[in-house]
Each structure stands twice: as structure tokens, then as C-alpha cells.
Nanobody
């Protein structure tokens, strides 16, 4: 069983930055896929960014150039650096990993508002 603990969500003004963290209870070397999803009220959960164990990254079109996914193997943590935030980025952000089955974090709220 893998536990994921997200943190870093907050209220931020448009144009601001936030860095989300997702700490795993086990070595992230065991994960085939690590990703961030988000879900806004009344919307479906959408993929924001993903990295495979081979280091291949993917970013959704709406965040490309503004968000960066990274990993710290020593801390068993993945991050999502979010820059130039927009009101439409407001959502609950979820950490996701897969290593023969999927695991989800509990989510962290990001609100972008003036």
C-alpha cells in the first residue's frame, strides 16, 4: 500500500506562483508513472502533467510553459511548480502514481483569485 501526501495548495493572485509537493510513503523508484491531475467544481478530473520512470514528461496544453513537474528521489517526493497562475487553474490538485495499480492522494486546493 502506498500513501501519498500532497501539500502546498493556497490562495494566490493571478500571475503568482505555487509549488505543490507530493510525498510518497515508499521509494518513487518503484513507480512506473507519476502525475498530477486536477478537478475544478463541476468538471471532470484532468491530467495536468505526467512523468514516466524513463523520464518522459507530458504536459497538458493549458499548462505547457507555465507548470513544471520534477522529482526528488532522495525525498520520495514529486513536485509541481506552477508559474503565471490564472483563475482557470483553480481546482483541487491530486497526486497520482502507478506501479501495478493506481494510487491517489487526498488532494490540495489551489485557488487563483484577485
Amino acid at each position: 500500500q502506498v500513501q501519498l501526501a500532497e501539500s502546498g495548495g493556497d490562495l494566490v493572485q493571478p500571475g503568482g506562483s505555487l509549488k505543490l509537493s507530493c510525498a510518497a510513503s515508499t521509494s518513487i523508484f518503484s513507480f512506473w508513472v507519476m502525475a498530477w491531475y486536477r478537478q475544478a467544481p463541476g468538471e471532470q478530473r484532468e491530467l495536468v502533467a505526467r512523468i514516466t520512470s524513463g523520464g518522459i514528461t507530458y504536459y497538458g496544453d493549458s499548462v505547457k510553459g507555465r507548470f513544471t513537474l520534477s522529482r526528488d528521489n532522495a525525498k520520495n517526493t514529486i513536485y509541481l511548480q506552477m508559474n503565471n497562475l490564472k483563475p482557470e487553474d483553480t481546482a483541487v490538485y491530486y497526486c497520482y502514481v502507478f506501479n501495478s495499480r493506481a494510487y491517489w492522494g487526498q488532494g490540495t486546493q489551489v485557488t487563483v483569485s484577485a
